[in-house]
């Protein structure tokens, strides 16, 4: 018996789920030979140090390439994910959570213990970071020519190389922030020459690329970001995304990613932004906006199991190690003047509190003024 269900677009790829007889399997159906040949790359260099979905075979049939996987979860909705387990603890049902995310940091810390090396950055996997920050890549690709960053009112708006010679006051605090001036730091921070701390991750670790199945055992997908990453890139982007992406931007612009976790959505926390201007040269942004109890939980327990080990052992300032790759994680996956003024504007905030002279990484996770955090219950 052939059975196909679970047919899915997301940007240019295709999933499915393809039964035959017993064997259950995921179908990723890839347009971009380079993006597959990364995937089946990815893959084999992560899989002796990862739980992976068996890959049964991966072939290029005319203008696609096809990998079939096992798959890993019971067909329903709701379920299978890190994303459905974080649902499910805001909902009052942490065990599953608890014990997933504990999991999951336990295998990140004997991994990278394991495989930690410093090395230079072309010896890593650029995806996320020096690709994005080089001339011609994203950066270049959304700001080059100096778009609108921020609309107020009617014909009112500041474009990029205004803020040089413009005061933001975020939450009442003056900052400054010369955007190009910054795009120049990021590139020479994420130089290809300059040497990182690495080790082999999965490399874009989201929500919707961690699992864990009905035992609670994590399992990780998605792998054309896999293989020696920079650990400040892997940290920024879990972290980031507990921060903001999966918190509030995925579920605000890119709904139909939820067709399968629609519970999931729920779990979004919708920002709170004022944006006034203050005179010419000066902007106000006061914002409001914390992850759900269970996003938080999941930051602390990251930066007191993994992140804050990982800076002890290499003898740096975490806030410090991290900036150039939380900054990326800002600018260079959503186009700051493709979103509403609302979460451009708090994203901007973010940003300006990023490179405060008094930043604080607890106050930019959103943890700040919390207790100790205890396991939601």
């Given at each position: 018996m052939i059975r196909v269900g679970r047919y899915r677009r997301f940007t240019a790829n295709r999933t499915l789920h393809l039964d035959i007889g017993a064997r259950r399997l995921f179908i990723k159906i890839n347009p971009n030979p380079v993006e597959a040949a990364a995937e089946a790359t990815g893959y084999r260099r992560i899989r002796d140090h990862y739980r992976l979905p068996t890959l049964r075979a991966h072939s290029r049939i005319g203008h696609w390439t096809i990998s079939l996987y096992d798959r890993h979860q019971p067909d329903l909705p709701d379920t299978g994910l890190l994303l459905d387990a974080l649902a499910a603890a805001n909902a009052g049902e942490a065990n599953s959570f608890n014990h997933g995310l504990d999991a999951i940091l336990q295998h990140y810390t004997r991994t990278i213990g394991a495989t930690i090396r410093r090395l230079p950055a072309s010896s890593t996997v650029s995806k996320l970071y020096h690709d994005r920050a080089r001339p011609h890549g994203r950066l270049d690709h959304y700001y080059g020519r100096n778009p609108i960053l921020l609309r107020l009112t009617g014909a009112d708006s500041i474009r990029c190389a205004d803020l040089r010679e413009t005061t933001l006051m975020v939450n009442g605090q003056p900052r400054r922030l010369d955007f190009y001036a910054l795009v120049t730091d990021l590139?020479?921070?994420?130089?290809?020459?300059?040497?990182v701390w690495a080790a082999m991750t999965q490399g874009d670790p989201t929500d919707f690329n961690i699992g864990l199945d009905i035992d609670n055992r994590p399992v990780w997908f998605d792998y054309d970001g896999a293989g020696?990453?920079?650990?400040?890139?892997?940290?920024?982007?879990?972290l980031w995304y507990q921060r903001l992406h999966g918190a509030w931007l995925v579920p605000r612009y890119n709904t139909e990613a939820f067709a399968d976790h629609r519970k999931a959505l729920a779990e979004a926390v919708e920002p709170t932004v004022r944006l006034n201007r203050l005179s010419r040269r000066a902007v106000a942004i006061d914002y409001q906006h914390r992850p759900s109890p269970a996003r938080r939980q999941a930051i602390a327990q990251y930066l007191m199991q993994l992140a804050r080990p990982l800076a002890g052992t290499i003898a740096t300032d975490l806030l410090t190690w991290l900036r150039p790759y939380l900054a990326m994680r800002i600018l260079a996956v959503y186009p700051l003047h493709h979103l509403e003024p609302r979460d451009a504007a708090l994203s901007l905030g973010l940003l300006a509190d990023l490179y405060a002279s008094d930043a604080d990484l607890e106050h930019l996770l959103g943890l700040t003024g919390q207790t100790p955090m205890e396991p939601v219950s």
């Open positions: 590139r020479a921070a994420l130089n290809q020459e300059e040497w020696l990453n920079a650990l400040p890139g892997e940290i920024a982007c879990f």
